[in-house]
């Protein structure tokens, strides 16, 4: 099913494409040979009518290609081109391919993460399918983010992007990391560029020492955004009003490449979602006005001796904390050390995804179970940031921040985390 997505809001939101998939793997010659011979059968049938016959009834609308060792640099920048033309006959989205693509991650990221369907509104598989789609969605941005293999494409008459969109992504990311209230609706570079989006970028452009940085500014940022009726603007997944959604699919290949068959879909089953984190989060700030803040700065109204409402926080901040986890987890699978004069970090990622894709969509394969049995089973925030990684580090922060009213002497790790969460990580307390 293949749809699109609105991102930020208002006179300055934009279009862009969320993908799902099956990952039914199809090579891209015999695809092409087959449309062929249902263009020219006695009962004629449309390009991805004959597919949905021939892929076991699954959707789909355009070829995803998958970049191996062996595949030619022309054959996936043409397969590239003819997916961005598949999507562009779904509906226009401007801006650099490699945004787009940031975004398109940055939903599946959400659904993963969130627990939502990737089928009920598209018959776009299930969690494992979408899972290994991120990484050949990944490969395809860095196509468009490095400059050799678009000199390629230069030639043909195809393509665009290279260095000019690297260093303006560069400069995206930069802006939100420095910004005091990056995830905000006052955040450099528009209200588009939230939290979710610069960890997405952060995949692309930082290498394995830039991220272990900047990880904990990252984590912050969703954290502050954990329940606020706004809070979906995080991963800005929406349908635009009056959208429909299209047929399903996507696959593809190159020069011996395989592709899966995937699906790009409205996220209208999220937004239900929103509004029950949005209701919590006021209920759990005393009061379901509207009129306090989402998360408290001091906590409950008892202080916190007896961590009083932390079972509340974790439940609120669980799907930023399993959306991080999950980012973190594909910076550990695709780590690069990018030399002060050497290639960029997306050349480097592409030419690891190009190199070892198989291999890595097999490492990806316990991925969902470990998430479930760490970010999704644990029962307090002490045990949640301590499968992050980033315990200690929050800890010691957490050392640094006032104690609210009525505050023990000797507050618990569990108490400290949860003050780092209100006060570091959590929301600002709303002007007014």
């Not at 263009?39 to 699954?58: C, F, I």
């Not at 779904?90 to 993460?113: F, Q, S």
């Not at 329940?227 to 997944?237: K, M, N, V």
């Amino acid at each position: 099913a293949a749809g699109v997505l609105t991102v930020g809001r208002g006179g300055e939101s934009a279009v862009g494409y969320s993908t799902v998939s099956h990952f039914n793997a199809v090579h891209i010659a015999c695809h092409r040979e087959a449309a062929r011979a249902d263009r020219l059968s006695k009962a004629p049938k449309a390009e991805w009518a004959g597919a949905v016959l021939r892929n076991s009834q699954t959707r789909c609308n355009a070829l995803l290609p998958l970049c191996g060792p062996a595949t030619l640099d022309n054959a996936y920048a043409e397969a590239a081109e003819a997916w961005w033309g598949a999507l562009a006959a779904l509906g226009r989205a401007d801006g650099p391919r490699a945004k787009l693509l940031a975004h398109d991650v940055r939903a599946l990221l959400l659904r993963l993460a969130s627990g939502a369907s990737f089928s009920d509104d598209c018959a776009g598989g299930g969690r494992h399918s979408n899972l290994r789609l991120l990484l050949p969605l990944l490969q395809l941005a860095c196509l468009s983010l490095d400059d050799a293999p678009f000199a390629a494409a230069a030639r043909l008459g195809v393509g665009g992007g290279g260095a000019g969109s690297r260093v303006a992504l560069e400069r995206t990311l930069t802006a939100l990391l420095v910004a005091p209230t990056i995830g905000g609706a006052g955040s450099a570079g528009g209200p588009a560029e939230y939290a979710g989006f610069a960890c997405v970028l952060s995949l692309l452009l930082l290498g394995k020492e830039r991220w272990e940085e900047c990880r904990l500014v990252l984590l912050r940022a969703l954290l502050r955004r954990a329940g606020q009726p706004e809070a979906w603007d995080l991963l800005a997944l929406s349908a635009p009003p009056g959208a429909q959604p299209s047929a399903v699919g996507a696959a593809g290949g190159g020069g011996g490449a395989l592709a899966p068959p995937t699906a790009t879909a409205f996220a209208m089953e999220l937004l239900p979602l929103a509004a029950a984190g949005a209701a919590s989060s006021r209920a759990f700030a005393g009061g379901g006005g509207g009129g306090g803040a989402p998360v408290v700065g001091a906590g409950a109204a008892g202080g916190e001796g007896a961590d009083e409402g932390a079972g509340e926080l974790l439940a609120l901040c669980r799907t930023q904390l399993r959306y991080f986890w999950l980012v973190g987890r594909l910076h550990a699978l695709l780590a690069t050390d990018p030399a002060a004069n050497g290639p960029p970090r997306p050349q480097l990622l592409g030419r690891l995804l190009r190199a070892n894709l198989l291999p890595l969509l097999e490492q990806t394969e316990g991925l969902l179970a470990e998430l479930d049995s760490s970010i999704g089973a644990a029962s307090s925030l002490y045990a949640a940031f301590d499968a992050l990684g980033v315990l200690p580090a929050v800890l010691l922060e957490a050392q640094s921040l006032p104690a609210p009213p009525a505050a023990a002497a000797n507050p618990s790790a569990e108490t400290l985390v949860a003050r780092w969460t209100r006060q570091g990580g959590g929301p600002p307390p709303r002007a007014g």
